[in-house]
Nanobody
Framework: QVQLVESGGGSVQTGGSLRLSCAVS????????MAWFRQAPGKEREAIAT??????ATYADSVKGRFTISQDNTKNTLLQMYSLESEDTAIYFC???????????????????WGHGTQVTVNS
């Protein structure tokens, strides 16, 4: 059973930075995808960054050049966010799926396990 717990959210001013972390416990898989999704009020949940077991990362156009997804040696999945904008305000969720390879999906229903989310608020 995989457990995901997000941390690192908070409130910052436009242009500020935050670092989110997704702590992973439970089973380890050889092939997997980890992803960060976000959901703003009244909006659909959207993928903003993914990373697979090979370290291949993808980003939504809205965050390219500002956000970086990575993993540490304990399998935590990190999201470093720079130059935050008011449009980045959302609940941020960590998600995981077993993958057979290739670029990770940006479709939320492909992911099997989810954290409970951490709030990011960017004040203009």
């Amino acid at each position: 059973q995989v457990q995901l717990v997000e941390s690192g959210g908070g409130s910052v001013q436009t242009g500020g930075s935050l670092r989110l972390s997704c702590a992973v416990s439970g089973y380890m898989f050889n092939n997997y995808c980890m992803a960060w999704f976000r959901q703003a009020p009244g909006k659909e949940r959207e993928a903003i960054a993914t990373i697979n077991n090979d370290g291949t990362a993808t980003y939504a156009d809205s965050v390219k050049g500002r956000f970086t997804i990575s993993q540490d040696n304990t399998k935590n999945t990190l999201l470093q966010m720079y130059s935050l904008e008011s449009e980045d305000t959302a609940i941020y969720f960590c998600a995981a799926e077993v993958s057979y390879g290739g670029v990770c999906s940006h479709t939320s229903d492909r992911y099997n396990w989810w954290g409970h989310g951490t709030q990011v608020t960017v004040n203009s």
